[in-house]
């Protein structure tokens, strides 16, 4: 049965709560996935990224990167030489780091 309509005939009266007792392992799950957001919570708090958010940190710095890139060329075209400059050593970085 998909998930998806699993969780659709969850919400029939009755139902729900038997189809809990034999999909059980999704609260185990659940728990775990908890327990971890909540140690990297505390590493936060503490000064710490996690290696997932720094991804997400990197990805929108080098987004937000190009999109300041492009639009200074739009505003200044004698610059995008330099935009065209930094932007292909961004992506030859990109490469080495992935492996290509």
């Known amino acids: 049965m998909p998930i998806w309509l699993l ?18 392992g999704d609260a185990e799950a659940e728990k775990i996935r908890a327990q971890v957001e909540l140690v990297e919570a505390e590493a936060f708090k503490r000064g710490r990224i996690a290696p997932r958010y720094m991804k997400g940190y990197v990805m929108i710095g080098a987004f937000a990167l190009v999109v300041a890139l492009i639009l200074a060329s739009a505003f200044f075209p004698e610059a995008s030489s330099v935009a065209d400059a930094v932007v292909d050593s961004v992506a030859r970085a990109g490469k080495a780091l992935v492996g290509f």
């Open 7 to 24: 969780g659709l005939v969850k919400y029939l009266p009755g139902i729900g709560a038997l189809i809990d007792k034999f999909v059980g």
